[in-house]
């Protein structure tokens, strides 16, 4: 622990605040964890390997979806029940995740991370979100909403992404969410598993806790105004820009992956 706290100190505050901004902004708009962004950032610009910077991310996490989360509520667009729901599945998929990210090797992390965000570019560039009425709740609709949870947990907890990358389009198209509420409702899920996730990974000694901090506390600042944002911009403009995102990170890190083929 000493060493990873040594590590990060020799790391640029400005570099972290910057990488904290950036995520913050995205997601309060895109109501993610931002951790689809933190993630790649922190290992091109920071020299994390895959696990530290996903572990890393994850505590910058919770300041983050905590105050999205507050932000959307105060548009009335956080439905309570049905965030509950999702993070009753997300709590015990975090603790698996976590365990993963532990023992699964880096080549695998890496090239996972890539095609899970590579299928949600495609899937959000074909889809047309809605802005109506919020969806109700039924029999099968509950036990879907905590199999979502346990996937979004199980994605928070092995990539530090906070799960919303899936969580947020599974709302909307599979559960027919309108695109402001599923945001709402994956950033409050996403509090108690990023939580989880976190306290699990600082007993195994896989996080640069000084990176994810200050990384967080800027991404909590900046989430307010990416949800004031997300209420400006149509469904459609909002997933197209998602949908872009989301492909050049994985280019990005798929580019990295590659050059770093027979490591770790």
Not at 3 to 10: F, L, S, T, V
Request: proline share 4%; aromatic share 8%; net charge positive.
């Amino acid at each position: 622990m000493a060493e990873d706290a040594g590590r990060a100190a020799g790391l640029p505050v400005a570099r972290l605040v910057v990488i904290g901004a950036i995520a913050g902004l995205l997601s309060g708009l895109f109501g993610v964890g931002g951790g689809f962004v933190i993630v790649p950032l922190a290992i091109v610009f920071l020299g994390l390997d895959q696990r530290r910077a996903s572990a890393s991310s994850l505590l910058a996490i919770v300041p983050t979806a905590t105050i999205g989360a507050i932000s959307y509520a105060y548009g009335g667009q956080v439905a309570v029940v049905p965030a509950c729901l999702v993070a009753a599945g997300a709590i015990p998929g975090s603790l698996a995740g976590s365990w993963l990210l532990r023992n699964l090797k880096l080549g695998i992390l890496r090239w996972a991370f890539v095609v899970l965000v590579a299928v949600v570019a495609v899937w959000m560039a074909f889809f047309t979100p809605e802005r109506g009425e919020p969806a109700g709740l039924s029999a099968g609709r509950v036990v879907g909403l905590v199999a979502l949870g346990l996937v979004m947990g199980t994605l928070s907890g092995l990539f530090g992404i906070g799960g919303g990358v899936v969580a947020v389009p599974a709302l909307m198209m599979v559960f027919g969410f309108s695109d402001l509420a599923a945001k709402g409702i994956s950033l409050l899920a996403m509090v108690p598993a990023a939580v989880t996730g976190t306290v699990t990974n600082l007993r195994g000694r896989v996080m640069d806790w000084r990176v994810g901090a200050i990384i967080g506390g800027a991404a909590a600042l900046c989430s307010m105004a990416g949800t004031r944002l997300a209420f400006l911009l149509t469904p459609q403009a909002a997933a197209w820009t998602f949908a872009g995102l989301l492909a050049y990170t994985a280019y990005t890190l798929g580019r990295k992956a590659w050059r770093a083929r027979g490591h770790n």
